[in-house]
Structure formats: C-alpha cells, structure tokens
C-alpha cells in the first residue's frame, strides 16, 4: 500500500501560489459593499418620506394663514358695512415670510361659489402646494396680483367701493 499524499492546502493546485489569505480581504469588501447598498436605500426611501411629511406641513400652514386671511378681509368687510361707503378702513396684519423653509405668496380670486363669495389662494413654490379658502363678503374684492407673505394691508378703496390686499410695510 503506497502512502496518501495531502494535497497542499496553502497553494493552489494550478498556480502554486498561497490564496489562504484572500478570504479575509474579500469578506471585508463584501460586507462593505452590502453595507452601502442597504444605507444607500434607506437613505433614499427616508428622502421620499420627508419630502411627502414637508408636504403636509406646509399644506397645513397654508391652510391655517389662508383662513387667517379670509378672516382679516371678513372683518375689514363688516366695518365697511357698520361704517358706509365713505369709511376709512385700513388693516395690517403680519404673516410668516416662509411655511416650511419656503416662500409662499397670497392672492385674492373670484369664486365659483357665487357673487359676494372670494377666494384667498395661497401658494408655495417649494414642495409644490396651492391652498384655496373661500369666504363671503358684502363688500367687493379687488383680485389682485400674487403678493409676498409677510406684512399684508387690507384696505377699503373708496372710490372704486372695494376691498384689496397688498403687502405692507
């Protein structure tokens, strides 16, 4: 009976030279690689996630400053009623800059929802939100062009017997 040989475990059969080594190294690069796959798609999966939670807030705000608006021009309207068509009606009122990190603008429309009915919209240019509440008035509003939030005026025009929103000092 002729003796077993071993087979060299630290060289390889074909080239002789040792790879006992490379299993270490290349586990390493491995679970590296792995690693950044998994973090990459949690990052990019939390990204949508915030972007859709930045939505809603701002949406929310909107809807808040929006309502806040309608009241202030409700109430500019009833002391142009109290008072009559020659009144001096004046109203500033200060609104955040930004909602959201973002700028936003504030504007006066007409309304489906009949004659004595406006519309204040607001919109935000970043997340992309356009929020509209409409009120009621026995006064006209003037529809006027986008203005910044901020310092807003509400005043009666007694020549043209209407209510209008600009921004303020």
């Known amino acids: 009976m002729t003796p077993r040989t071993r087979p060299n475990r630290t060289s390889s059969p074909s080239t002789g030279h ?5 299993s270490t190294p290349l586990g390493y690069v491995l679970t590296l690689a792995i690693t950044t796959v998994l973090i990459s798609g949690l990052l990019i999966a939390m990204g949508g996630f915030v ?12 809807e808040v400053l929006g309502e806040q608006v309608a009241a202030d021009v409700s109430a500019a309207d009833r002391l142009v ?18 909602v959201g990190g973002s700028a936003y603008t504030v504007e ?16 935000s240019a970043d997340p992309e939100v356009t929020v509209e509440v409409t009120f009621r008035t026995r006064t006209d509003v003037q529809v006027g ?7 807003l005026v509400v005043e009666y025009d007694e020549t043209d017997s209407h209510l209008e929103v600009h921004a303020g000092d």
Do not use: I, M, Y
């Open 108 to 123: 006066l429309t007409d309304s489906d929802a009949g004659d004595d009915a406006a519309t204040v919209t607001l919109h």
């Open 51 to 62: 972007d859709g939670q930045r939505e809603r807030v701002v949406r929310s705000e909107l």
């Open 145 to 151: 062009a986008p203005v910044q939030g901020g310092n």
């Open 18 to 22: 040792h790879d006992r080594a490379v």
């Open 81 to 98: 009623v109290a008072g009559g068509t020659d009144t001096d009606v004046r109203a500033s009122f200060r609104l955040p800059e930004r």
